[in-house]
């Protein structure tokens, strides 16, 4: 049914898309500018060096040294301006995203995450929020372009392929377990794409660490010299996979009482069910292969990402195209 | 071995450094060997990407358990390949050799894992404090201060707020070694020995548990015994007694349908069925089974997993005996519960004739633009039953059970359908009564009733699984968020007479608060250091 209520939230979600669409170019300008800041890192960097060697050579000196000498700091320019007006950005785009969700929850008096539509919506609504959020504690700008370009393309698929209109809860979907269940797997579907997006760039940076290991200058991609270094991305990474790995064991274990409740088992191999397992066994062999000699770093990484694809899977693939008893898309086949 | 071998950490290795290994060619070393690969993080890490990679078969070809129709589906439309996939085990993923084979190595290596760890951390556990080591200034977190005093002092001071933070406090010489956070390892083997207790009471108590189903038609009663259920499958320990006496009647089922939103016109919003369960030695009760809230009953939960239309169908034969009277449920094909149903009639004059009805009820009857019937509510707005009719011999008397809803037709004729000259008969409200071609008979339709698809199940290991997931989670949570660090306070004299103390903690894992945790002890030492009298203010713990 359209009602009024519910044609302001798509209203209010078109506009937060566009505020997202804007946040991305000043995210992306960001990025253009670290390119020259790391340029001028280099310049900075190699004059050190000279001196440094200056001074050695003139000294000779006795005193050991026990810790290295302080790496010149990373970043060279703090202001960011064309990051700060994309994270401001941001937060508008959120505010109205917020807006958007509510009133879709009003409008259908309740929950918004009954089907595809509403999770998608939902789900880059705690994306968002949760980046905005990690934004207060580590300094995550770059990953703007990132997260605003994956947001848009999933509410871009949410509202041309999963548009439907507010529609009651099927019997099967009447009860609580689904505001449970479903919004634990939101929440840590949210954790895993920002330590998704980390540890893309934690790979692109391992690269680029190789190379100049090995003495060839690193030209492409120099602004990722302004970025944190692969050992704390990798970090990073993990401590966000922790805490969704948590929320997603916790969405395998209501989804298994709910599916008690409602099938009269609490596991039956049920295509959604087999896909919940699947991530849970990636990301628990993820967490293993951080304290995995020879796992650290890239192999790790790779798990994190191989992780998320079949989160996207899961909610992408396996709702619209697998039979199962999960039919909630919301998309007659 | 405390780890496995090839466990790496950022922090304090109890890494055995066993090198290359260099097997020689003893039996004894042989299999040593082997249980080190198969208790091995990489193996660990390998068979539970093994894991996940053979569960996404079962998700992509239908299972037998899951989806039987499915099954019989996919066979139909890749004739061609249903040799291999029987071969592989396809339809049976989640029990097939090869899925077992992976989940059974993982278990080993789990416990293999598990159990030398757990000895050696119940040792850790009583054990003091590892030395100092020799260079602190090397450690991730270091700090290093100068101040004017006594160096007893300072250890003492730096004692009592370590301890006041939970750190357990070895003294060395001129140094402290401090520990917490034992709590983690704990954790950590509780989750991998948890995961043993969930699948071990999953394996154990599958084989306690039954799943029946049984359709109920309205005013119908069900008697939990093995012969009331339409199917019923058992565990291995599965015995008569196991069902326990108790009777269930269904006395009716409601369902509502959207009738406002154009949208979700005829979607179903609710199911209630009421019914009335005996059990011996009690009155009568009445209760309510709804979707997703089942009834639990003699040990037994009974859930409402489906329903439909039953038409109550009297046959008659042309003398007036009645061939067949009873109520046959219809079982559903679109969501405006247009329903496919088939009635045996057998109780005719001779077997020769016994007569097969297989047709449509359309609970509230349109029509298509071709001229076909269609229900288009599915409620029972205006039902019509729409039947073809078969006349020979049922084949009921070879003793095979027989599939309700199928009508096995190589003994018998068509004689009423669209493409014949007898067209289907048809019967509605208005219309209840219909005779049949070649003097079969009438057909009366009495009625419309629902029908009820119970699911009933016992599973008593419920409880089990239950206990060992929780202990799982409380070890994951512990594992994954409490700290464990070693902290470690020097003290030597200063070149300028006074004291040089030296900060410094290593932590096991990934520690976001290392550095924060120096630095807030290296600051309350001062202070107590500073203080006239050692103060007696508590620190909160956890820090
Ligand atoms: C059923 C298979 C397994 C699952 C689902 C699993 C899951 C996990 C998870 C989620 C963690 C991280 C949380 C924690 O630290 O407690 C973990 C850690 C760990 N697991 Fe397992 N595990 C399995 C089997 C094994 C096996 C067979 C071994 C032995 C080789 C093992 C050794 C370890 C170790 C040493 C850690 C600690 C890692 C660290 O300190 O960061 N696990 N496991």
């Keep these: 049914m359209r009602t009024p209520l519910d044609q302001l939230s798509v209203l209010l979600l078109l506009s937060a898309m566009a505020l997202y669409a804007i946040a991305f170019v000043a995210f992306a300008l960001d990025l253009a500018r670290r390119s020259s800041e790391a340029t001028q890192l280099a310049d900075a960097r190699a004059g050190v060096r000279r001196t440094t060697t200056a001074a050695s050579v003139g000294g000779g000196g006795t005193a050991v040294l026990e810790a290295a000498p302080p790496a010149p700091p990373l970043i060279v320019s703090a202001k960011r301006t064309a990051a700060r007006v994309g994270v401001g950005i941001t937060i508008a785009g959120f505010v109205l995203h917020l807006g958007a969700d509510v009133l879709r929850g009003v409008a259908a008096a309740r929950v918004p995450w009954a089907n595809m539509y509403e999770f998608s919506m939902t789900g880059t609504l705690i994306m968002v929020g949760l980046f905005l959020l990690a934004l207060t504690r580590v300094d995550l700008r770059f990953l703007g372009s990132i997260m605003t370009g994956l947001v848009l393309v999933l509410l871009g698929i949410a509202t041309i392929g999963f548009k439907v209109p507010v529609s009651p809860l099927p019997p099967a979907l009447q009860s609580y377990w689904l505001v449970i269940h479903v919004f634990v797997a939101i929440l840590g579907t949210g954790f895993f794409t920002l330590s998704g997006a980390v540890s893309a760039v934690q790979l692109v940076q391992s690269r680029r660490e190789r190379a100049l290991a090995a003495g060839r200058p690193a030209t492409r991609l120099r602004l990722l010299a302004t970025f944190p270094d692969t050992n704390r991305l990798e970090n990073i990474a993990y401590r966000i996979a922790v805490v969704g790995f948590i929320l997603w064991t916790f969405t395998l274990i209501a989804g298994a009482i709910w599916a008690n409740h409602a099938w009269g088992r609490y596991w039956g191999w049920d295509t959604k069910e087999v896909w919940t397992f699947i991530i849970w066994v990636i990301y628990a062999g993820y967490l293993h292969a951080r304290a995995t000699r020879g796992w650290r770093g890239d192999g790790s990484g790779w798990l994190n990402l191989i992780g998320y694809a079949a989160v996207l899977f899961n909610f992408g693939v396996v709702n619209v195209f697998f039979h199962g008893l999960h039919a909630y898309s919301g998309l007659s086949s | ?543």
């Design chain 2, 1 to 543: 071995m405390s780890r496995p071998s090839d466990f790496a950490d950022d922090g304090f290795g109890d890494l055995r450094g066993d090198g290359p290994q260099n097997p020689r060619l003893g039996a004894l070393e042989w299999l040593r060997w082997a249980w080190r690969q198969l208790t091995s993080m990489r193996t660990a890490l390998l068979l539970l990407l093994a894991l996940a990679v053979a569960a996404v078969p079962g998700s992509l070809i239908p299972q037998n358990s899951a989806d039987p129709n499915g099954v019989i589906n996919w066979k139909a439309s890749n004739p061609g390949l249903v040799g291999v996939a029987n071969a592989l085990q396809l339809f049976d993923v989640y029990t097939s050799a090869w899925f077992s084979a992976i989940y059974l190595l993982l278990f080993i290596s789990l416990v293999g894992c598990v159990v030398p760890r757990i000895a050696y951390h119940l040792k850790a556990l009583r054990a003091a404090p590892p030395r100092t080591p020799s260079r602190l200034g090397r450690l991730p977190a270091y700090r290093s201060e100068s101040s004017p005093g006594d160096p007893a002092r300072a250890l003492d001071a730096g004692e009592r707020l370590l301890r006041r933070r939970r750190y357990r406090v070895a003294r060395y010489g001129d140094s402290l070694s401090a520990e917490r956070g034992y709590l983690r390892e704990t954790g950590n083997l509780l989750f991998h020995a948890g995961l043993v207790g969930v699948l071990v009471s999953v394996f154990v108590g599958s084989g306690f548990t039954y799943t029946g189903q049984r359709v109920t038609v309205e005013g119908e009663t069900f008697v939990n015994n093995q012969s009331n259920y339409d199917s019923l499958s058992t565990g291995r320990f599965f015995t008569d007694s196991t069902l326990q006496p108790y009777s269930l009647r269904l006395d009716s089922l409601t369902v509502k349908y959207e009738q406002q939103n154009p949208a979700a016109l005829g979607e179903p919003l609710d199911y209630t069925a009421r019914v009335t369960t005996r059990t011996p030695g009690h009155e009568p009760v009445h209760r309510i089974i709804k979707v997703n809230d089942p009834l639990e009953i003699g040990g037994s939960a009974v859930y409402l997993l489906g329903n439909g239309y039953a038409p109550h169908i009297t046959v008659r034969n042309a003398n007036g005996s009645i061939a067949f009277s009873g109520s046959v449920p219809f079982r559903p094909q679109d969501s405006n519960m247009t329903s496919l149903g088939v009635v045996k009639a057998e109780h005719t004059t001779s077997q020769a004739r016994q007569i097969g009805l297989v047709g449509f009820l359309y609970p509230t009857v349109g029509k298509l633009s071709t001229g076909a019937d269609t229900s288009i509510f599915p409620s029972l707005g205006d039902p019509l039953v729409s039947f073809n009719v078969w006349a020979g011999d049922l084949g009921l008397n070879g003793g095979a059970t027989q599939n309700v809803y199928v009508l096995d037709t190589s003994r018998m004729k068509q004689v009423a359908a669209r493409t014949l000259a007898n067209k289907p008969i048809q019967l509605t409200r208005a219309q209840p009564t219909a005779t049949l071609p070649d003097g079969l008979g009438t057909v009366h339709l009495d009625g419309i009733a629902r029908y009820a698809a119970l699911d009933i199940h016992h599973d008593p290991s419920q409880g089990w699984v239950a206990g060992f997931v929780v202990l799982t989670v409380a070890g994951l949570l512990t594992s994954l968020l409490v700290p464990r660090r070693r902290m470690w306070l020097k003290v030597t004299d200063d070149l300028d007479g006074g004291l040089r103390l030296e900060y410094a903690a290593l932590a096991r894992g990934d520690d976001p608060g290392l550095e924060r945790a120096v630095g807030e002890f290296a600051h309350e030492h001062r202070r107590e250091l500073e203080a006239p009298t050692p103060s007696a203010e508590r620190v909160p713990a956890g820090v």
